[in-house]
């Protein structure tokens, strides 16, 4: 009721509840409802601290410089480290300091300043027809003429591919992954496109053998999320955590900042604290069947079967800044044509 209600009226309503007691924040998301929601309960529970949830499916940043110096807005949370960075550089994210995310998240997984923190992990991952005899891969191989006609794998422009291909310029330099996604498209069963699920559908359907898909859509087809059909297409692959030649697994994240102009700052990072708390990353990591961000926390079964996840040691910051010139060589080898 108060999500709707908050729905209608929009930010003059937040304010009057921010200023009625210090005892709440809002917060500003792009994660679907029942991800976080259990997660907010039981924060109130352990605080007392009320977070009002505005879900926004996209425009977040227009939003909150729409409103300007008056945005009710204290934490933002969203997914892929382009929106997350996309923030920052808009100015719309103030530095926090605390020991708690520090101890809790790695290095390479938060801003240096502050200015963004991650909360969980999903990998950019295989899919493999079962009957393959492969246990382990590296992104590098990809480009092999071994794979020529084989694989499947969606446009070289969605934020999922520019992540993974400026990962591959931190690693290799962008004269090597030019070449590497020329060797990519050369081997291609079918045009770039479709979604991440659509790779597990035509390695069932004989159109690939293998492709690149997020690790977390294995969790939402089997679970039946998806739908029965998606159930059947799950069953045709199985998931290889590849690695980089001389690295790890090239991860994602889905990450919160503290606004810039937050009117309840000190409950914001309240929140992201609780966050990476033990009992909240396995929460919070299970809902979508993504990895927790903290080490040592249990992942769940499901995503246990994928086995261990070595998480590449890149700088996500380093990542995000090669984001242009991985669009541009995805744009100059034609990699969607
Ligand atoms: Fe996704």
Wanted: glycine residues 8%; negative net charge.
């Amino acid at each position: 009721m108060r999500t709707k209600l908050l729905g209608l009226f929009g930010a003059a309503m937040l304010v009057q509840a921010t200023t009625a007691t210090a005892e709440e924040l809002n917060l500003y998301t792009t994660r679907e409802p029942k991800l976080v929601e259990p997660l907010l309960e039981s924060f109130k529970t352990d605080t007392g601290i009320t977070v009002n949830t505005i879900f926004l499916k996209d425009g977040m940043p227009e939003r909150i410089e729409q409103e300007g110096a008056a945005s009710p807005a204290d934490v933002l949370m969203t997914v892929d480290i382009g929106n997350l960075v996309d923030l920052v550089d808009r100015g719309l994210t103030q530095p926090v300091q605390s020991e708690v995310l520090s101890a809790a998240i790695p290095e390479n997984l938060r801003d240096k300043e502050g200015n963004w923190f991650a909360l969980s992990l999903r990998a950019r991952a295989l899919y493999a027809a079962k009957d393959l005899d492969l246990t382990s891969f590296q992104y590098e191989d990809l480009a092999k003429p071994e794979w020529k006609g084989k694989v499947c794998i969606r446009s070289g422009q969605h934020p999922y591919n520019v992540a993974l291909t400026a990962a591959y310029i931190t690693h290799h330099g962008a004269d090597e992954t030019k070449a590497w996604l020329e060797g990519v498209k050369a081997n291609l069963a079918r045009k770039a496109g479709g979604g991440d699920r659509d790779v597990a559908r035509d390695i069932m359907g004989g159109i690939c053998d293998i492709g690149i898909a997020n690790t977390y859509y294995v969790g939402l087809m089997r679970s039946g999320a998806g739908g029965p059909e998606q159930e059947e297409w799950v069953k045709s692959i199985k998931l290889v955590l590849p690695t980089f030649e001389n690295g790890g697994t090239q991860v994602n994240v889905s990450g919160a900042a503290v606004a810039k102009n937050a009117p309840n700052k000190e409950q914001a990072v309240k929140l992201l604290e609780y966050l990476v708390s033990d009992a909240a990353q396995k929460i919070y990591a299970e809902a979508n069947f993504e990895y927790p961000v903290k080490a040592g926390i249990e992942v769940s079964p499901l995503v246990g079967e994928f086995g261990e996840l070595k998480v590449d040691s890149t700088d996500l910051t380093a990542i995000a800044r090669e984001r242009k010139a991985a669009s541009e060589l995805a744009e100059q080898v034609g990699f969607d044509n």
